[in-house]
């Protein structure tokens, strides 16, 4: 490396605007490209003087800001889309949504000149955001100078967002948006989106070029270097011989040299951080005819070692050197071009291309969730700052949404809060299309008609808040189920129309005395039928599981008042089905799921919906109690990892509990690997599965006052749906104790082999820690793979097969050798531990299940680290250079 000759940064990018001059070569077509002059008044469009591109206004991708122009002064070196731009005085984040097609890869550009519109002469700072993502901070060095982002982005829904933020620094605006389709071969990432660092033509050119000499309408900058010698032919178009990326010819026509024929051709880049990541493109094509007794060969090196050669470009055809890895990892990127060995003239380049990887890694909204919203924005003319991305960036949320936002997955709407918006008319139908929503507030409007039935159909639909409305006609029932089971908290109060029942259409006037009633749910009265009988039975009644959330009554009270007085006016419909249903339901019992403690569960279809029915064997006096443990217990708790009851069938000696069907059996199936074609678990599934169950047992022992504990806690009872998300199963076992005498005298032992708490066994005296014993059992089969007791005659149980493995040392035998070392140790060594602390004999060293889940989730987190990790390290040997194959480039390209 003999000589530093050139710094290139992306300042040299400020030049741009002054550089207008641009040769017409011969005419482009523009098909795949969009062209916006920010600020055009509405309805208008022009073709630019110097490039013949055609722009038209903003004003059909956006309503909001206000336009302005610069002064004339400052437009004489500056092309026309930039005379105009658009100021967004009001509202944090003002967005454009513009119609793409969807998988395409586009060159995004945005372009500012501030041209002291404002007559402020102050430089405003400002944020761009590129729909969920953030893309650069809009910043100025002068106000004469524009500036310009370039992305290259594959925009994965069918419209882009591209939305100006204010960050306190002056009033955001943006003059020009212009989007140009790519080909698919060319800028190939391995992950994240393409921002121009720099993008340069070396020679003697002190000309801009875009369309039409670029096709692309890439910006191509002039740069000159002191010691560097300029090479140039006439190039016309078709006489290069093109590749994919398809630099321009007046690009390539000009080269640069060192002027020390034996010097070699440096540039280099310092990053702003280490682990930024960059790719380069390299455009060469020999611009001299080389007599027969000459050559140009050479190589090139990156930080001095070797990346690429020996490279001699061929006359008159483009060949593009590029990285196909990100590199990554320097605090400087020096790039030399050197003679080779017999090489007689110096080394030559045309042109580079540097990128810089953004990692948009914050995915957009669905887009389902996003076309209802923006549908239902629309409908109530909603005249919030709803723009951009629905759920994210998460600070710039949508006021009144909440969203799940995990990053790879599309984020969703789960919440949606319109009180107190003024809103008329219906309830509109596109609530229905935000799959996800938990939680719907539109109390305190006008709204009218009636309360449609789709919102029985959100699955996840926990709190309705329909008050302070003039709807009419009369609740749908599924709603009154739900809210009496204990899965909804319905607010309906002060719609003076609204019929409390669904048989008092005719006259709806007897709700006037339910006014004051914000919630209601009448979790226990309202269980009408033979339920109620079977309720009497019990003894301490739950009040706190589930969502609503009341005052206990008197311990050992059972509460068979209506806890409000509206419960008694609704109809009564509990999810009661006959023993013929039943028959039907499961087609007269014709798949066996599985054998549970007290009975035999079938698959059955209730409409188009699989469930599991259990029905109960009819001898067992003690089944029956349990029977009845169970669904109280069910009622009442409600939990994304526990179980769901949807329905029951009592007649007599048929006895029978509907619940959810989970597709993928229980975790004993999976971990035996027994059933052919199950899935196999790796160690993130294993602990997303452990976190699961705990998270679920964690409720049972914490969130429900007083306390159940599972007492049949195994790896049977942990069913799984089609995505692995783990419930914990059959509470038949199940039974509430009350919580001031810590602990509960039970007349049978109950449990099964293997997981029962040996303290329980000998005291019968029954804790949550009997549970945590249980588990512990569960996560050693989760690590080990092995039953609790093992299958050789020697009977071992778990615990003492991993004892004497831990014993002597020997982590690695203790795994189950399925996962074949797919794991982060320190993450499987924490596994143990905690299995080891919750199989402790005394049960006062045992941990609680709030500790156990924290603990798992380090044991995740871990994992998930060495996940990322070597994802990070196969990328890091990216020093692989990839020329264009010449073959299939010798074919001048038809223009
Ligand atoms: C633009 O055109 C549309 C339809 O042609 C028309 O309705 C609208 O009023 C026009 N706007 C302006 C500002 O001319
Ligand atoms: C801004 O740029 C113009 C022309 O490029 C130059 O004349 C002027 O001095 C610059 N102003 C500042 C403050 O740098
Ligand atoms: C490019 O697009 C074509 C068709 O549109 C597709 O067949 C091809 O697989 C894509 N190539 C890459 C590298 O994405
Ligand atoms: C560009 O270079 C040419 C000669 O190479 C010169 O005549 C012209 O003035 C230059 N233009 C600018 C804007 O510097
Ligand atoms: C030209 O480069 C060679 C090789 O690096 C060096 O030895 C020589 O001194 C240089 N000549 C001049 C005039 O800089
Ligand atoms: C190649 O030949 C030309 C004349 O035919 C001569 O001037 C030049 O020095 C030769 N170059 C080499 C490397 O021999
Ligand atoms: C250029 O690279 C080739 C291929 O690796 C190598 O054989 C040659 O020695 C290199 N030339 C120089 C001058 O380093
Ligand atoms: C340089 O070496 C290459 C291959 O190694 C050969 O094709 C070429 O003819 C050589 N050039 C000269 C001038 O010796
Ligand atoms: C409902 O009650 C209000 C006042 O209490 C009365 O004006 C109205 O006529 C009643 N409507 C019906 C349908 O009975």
Known sequence: MQKMMGILQTSVYALLGVLTIVLLVQAQDQSGFISIDCGLPANSSYSEETTGINYISDAKYISTGESKTVPTEFRATKQQQLWYLRRFPSGTRNCYKIKVTSGTKYLIRASFFYGNYDDQNELPEFALHLGANVWETVKFTNASISINYEIIHIPPLDNVQICLVNTGSGIPFISAIELRTLKNTTYITQSGSLSRFLRVDMGNSNLTYRFKNDIYDRFWLPILFNGWMDLSMTLSPNSLSQNDYQPPAIVMSTAATPVNISGSFDFYWDPDNVNDQFYIYMHFTEVQVIPDNETRAFNISLNGDYWYGPLSPLYQVTTTIFSSKPLTGSTRYLFSLYQSWNSTLPPTINAVEVYQVKDFSQSDTDQDDVDAITNIKSTYGLTRNWQGDPCAPVAYMWQGLNCSVSGTDPSRIISLNLSSSGLTGEIPLDISKLTMLQSLDLSNNSLSGSIPDFLTKLPSMTVLNLAKNNLSGSIPSELLDKSRAGSLSLSVEQNPILCGTTSCNQNGNQTEKKKKNNIVIPIVAAIGGALVLLLIIGVVVCIFCGIGKRKPPAAGKVD???????????????????????????????????????????????DDIQVAVKILSASSVQGYQQFVAEVKLLMRVHHRNLTSLIGYCNEENNIGLIYEYMANGNLDELLSGRNSGTKFLTWEDRLRIAMDSAQGLEYLHNGCKPPIIHRDVKTTNILLTETLHAKLADFGLSKSFPTDGGTHVSTVVAGTPGYLDPEYYISN??????????????????????PAITRTHEKTHISQFVGSMLDKGDIKNVVDPKLNGEFDTSSVWKAVEIAMACLSHANAKRPNMSDVVAEIKDCLAAELARKRSHLENENKDSIELVSLNLTTELNPVAR
């Open 765 to 786: 005296r029954l804790t949550e820690k009997s549970d945590i014993y249980s588990f512990g059992v569960v996560l050693l089969e989760i690590i080990t793979g092995q």
């Open 560 to 606: 068979m008042e209506p806890s409000t007085p509206t419960a008694s006016s609704f109809e009564i419909k509990n999810q009661q089905y006959s023993y013929t249903d039943l028959v039907k339901m499961t087609n007269n019992f014709d798949r066996v799921l599985g054998k549970g403690g007290f009975g035999t569960v079938y698959h059955g279809f209730i």
